[in-house]
């Protein structure tokens, strides 16, 4: 398969199970090692052999792992936040002004304003996305069985402004609050758009009338009135003003779809050593049970509902109590390692070589497609300098163009690598970890940094990982910014070396 075909493959994002991968920038498939290994690349379990069958006690390990990440798309939390405050605070005022004809230029600009935040949740690659999951692994020599839970959420914006008429009466109401601002004191040139005029003249407005709520329209938008986009969505907002018993824009149905995927995967992996350990293989089949769910959110739904005092526990729950879908699927994944030297090693491994398709529940206001499970690769390599087992530098490459089925209009292809130190003091190994990645296939994601420290108590080990973005997202209503990406995970377990 050539570099050039595999660049075409759509796979979902790669996870990161286990804290010293994450620590390391997301690189695993050369630098997992024990019961990680199953997941990372299955042909690590026979790292430690120079057996074909090797199953015994002095190379058994106990790993248990969780962890949750969250991005940021866009601007979708800080307009979200802004639509909140609007639609909590001032739309039924603003309404009401506009159904009696009263409005002023401030409440009139206020609307326009609204419109174009509405629009903007829609705007392409706007949202968000969450991964959260754990593993429970024991192997024992060259054989590893896990049960993992790994959950895909996102959450975007679904547009519908052609049922979101300015005012109850359209035309006689916009025309009382043209009127009423001073619609024959505005000159013609006293704005540089005119799109909206002609739209505005269609729904009964003469020109003078026009004029004054598009100078209005630009008063409140400014530069953004340019946009086609913004223009776009103002006028589907004026088009349905023009519709007779159309909704009002307080009760506009546009919403917010979380949905989702929880993949419980039972998987039972075998690493084969061959010449003299130079090159492993490994295979891991599993049974994968696919439990899908979705809601929606109204954003002219009273938004105390969103949250209605509940912690985030039973908000989940809530989610996956309502349209909900169960199903079973096999796969398999497989991986190769090749050590030509003592400090260098390669690997490459294949996720779900066999592909999946797990539908969702129907719903009255959106059809969903299917979530895809389909084929993913990876590369990596890990190298010790001097051959030195305390210092190790690990890198990886998707060789896929991961793109979420959920969230379709982002696509991942990270590049990740870091650095391990593990002196060893007596039965104390304390674990320093560094890394770094970036998403090759989005160009305004920056980078992500990565770290964390371990400690191996004899047989006992525990840790712990956390990763923050470089570009941030502003929320007016928490007055600070918050990393574009976020997460952490922890990890403890034993593992028997004699």
Do not use: C
Not at 113 to 130: F, K, M, P, R, Y
Not at 168 to 193: C, H, K, T, W
Not at 345 to 358: D, K, Q, Y
Request: hydrophobic share 45%.
């Amino acid at each position: 398969m050539t570099a050039s075909t595999l660049n075409q493959l759509y796979a979902q994002p790669w996870l990161g199970v286990g804290t010293r991968e994450r620590a390391m920038g997301s690189a695993g498939v050369a630098v997992a090692s024990g019961g990680s290994a199953l997941y990372w690349n299955p042909a690590n379990l026979g790292r430690d052999s120079e057996n074909l069958f090797n199953i015994r006690f002095s190379t058994t390990s106990l790993d248990n792992t969780f962890f949750a990440d969250a991005e940021v798309r866009g601007e979708v939390i800080k307009n979200f936040d802004k639509l909140l405050n609007i639609f909590d605070n001032e739309i039924d005022t603003l309404q009401a002004a506009f159904d009696a004809g009263t409005a002023n230029a401030t409440q009139v600009q206020r609307v326009f304003e609204t419109v174009e935040t509405i629009g903007s949740l829609g705007a392409t690659g706007q949202g968000l996305i969450g991964d959260i999951g754990g593993a429970s692994v024991v192997k024992l020599g060259n054989f590893a069985i896990s049960y993992r839970m790994l959950s895909y959420l996102s959450a975007s914006a679904t547009l519908n402004l052609t049922d979101s008429s300015l005012a109850n009466d359209a035309e006689a109401d916009l025309r009382a609050v043209a009127n009423g601002l001073g619609a024959n004191d505005v000159p013609v040139d006293a704005f540089s758009i005119n799109t909206l005029v002609p739209a505005l003249q269609a729904i009964g407005l003469n020109l003078n009338e026009a004029n004054e709520l598009a100078f209005q329209a630009e008063q409140a938008l400014g530069a953004n009135i340019s946009d086609p986009a913004v223009q776009g969505v103002v006028l589907q907002v004026i088009a349905a003003s023009g519709v007779e018993n159309a909704n009002t824009l307080n009760e506009n149905d546009s919403f917010i779809l979380v949905r989702g995927i929880a993949l419980q995967e039972i998987s039972l992996g075998y690493g084969l050593p061959l010449f003299d350990n130079k090159i492993r293989i490994g295979i891991a089949p599993k049974v994968v049970v696919g439990r899908t769910f979705f809601k929606t959110f109204r954003v002219s739904d009273d938004t105390d509902g969103i949250n209605s005092g509940k912690d985030i526990v039973d908000e989940i729950q809530d989610i996956l109590d309502g349209a909900e879908k169960s199903e079973n699927k096999f796969s398999v994944d497989a991986g190769i390692a090749w050590a030509p030297f003592d400090s260098l090693e390669f690997g490459i491994t294949g996720r779900n070589l066999i592909p999946a398709e797990f539908d969702f529940g129907t719903s009255p206001l959106v059809t969903l497609p299917k979530f895809e499970l389909n084929p993913q690769a990876r590369a990596g390599l890990m190298f010790r300098p001097l051959g030195w087992n305390w210092l190790k530098i690990g890198a990886d490459l998707d060789l896929t163009v991961n793109s979420n089925s959920l969230f379709p209009n982002h696509s991942e292809r990270i590049l990740g690598g870091g650095v391990e130190l593990t002196p060893k003091l007596w039965i104390l190994q304390p674990a320093i970890r560094l890394g770094v990645f970036d998403n090759l296939a989005e160009s305004g994601d920056g980078l992500t940094f990565t770290g964390g420290l371990g400690l191996r108590i004899g047989i006992f080990y525990l840790a712990a990982d956390g990763r923050i973005a470089t570009e941030t997202t502003q929320v007016e209503s928490a007055g600070r910014d918050i990393p574009d990406r976020a997460g952490f995970g922890v990890n403890f377990g034993i593992n028997v070396r004699f």
